[in-house]
């Protein structure tokens, strides 16, 4: 049973997209409530690697891909997820890949992505003087005066 199948069996009409870019590159499009369920399935049952994660901004919404090598099958899974622009938040993956903190924390400061749950939401790459709800990669921001 490949991939997509396996996908297909255990969460069936969660999922709300899949694309094949290729046969090693797999796209898996879903709600943000179950993020947590597709995580485990993939990093503890499919035996995958955490890459990283992408934050985008998309302007009418805000998008993470998160990235797993499922190294016995040479593939790349991405999990792709929408969140409201408004209020962009989605429950923080850290307590199943402890590797995936500073990753969430500069989404966070970088495209105010909310992380719910992070043991430690803070600011990673900005200086402790760049002013508070500011976010330099959403396309929308302003340019902030010297």
Do not use: W
Not at 22 to 48: G, N
Not at 70 to 96: A, C, G, Y
Not at 98 to 114: D, H, V
Request: glycine content about 4%; overall charge negative; hydrophobic content about 40%.
């Amino acid at each position: 049973m490949n991939i997509v199948e396996k996908l297909k069996g255990k969460f069936g009409n969660k999922i709300k997209d899949i694309k094949l870019h290729c046969d090693k590159r797999i796209y898996v499009e879903i709600e943000k409530q179950d993020i947590i369920d597709f995580v485990k399935f993939i990093f503890h049952d499919l035996d995958a690697r955490f890459i990283t994660a992408s934050g985008i901004d998309n302007l009418d919404s805000m998008e993470i891909l998160y990235h797993f090598s499922v190294d016995r099958e040479d593939v790349i899974v991405s999990i792709r997820v929408f969140l409201d622009r408004n209020n962009p938040e989605i429950d923080s993956i850290t307590k199943i890949i402890r590797g995936a903190s500073n990753i969430e924390r500069e989404m966070y400061e970088l495209l105010g992505i909310k992380f719910l749950g992070h043991p430690d939401l803070k600011r990673l790459l900005l200086d402790d003087k760049f002013p508070e709800g500011v976010y330099p990669l959403r396309k929308t921001q302003e340019k902030l005066e010297k």
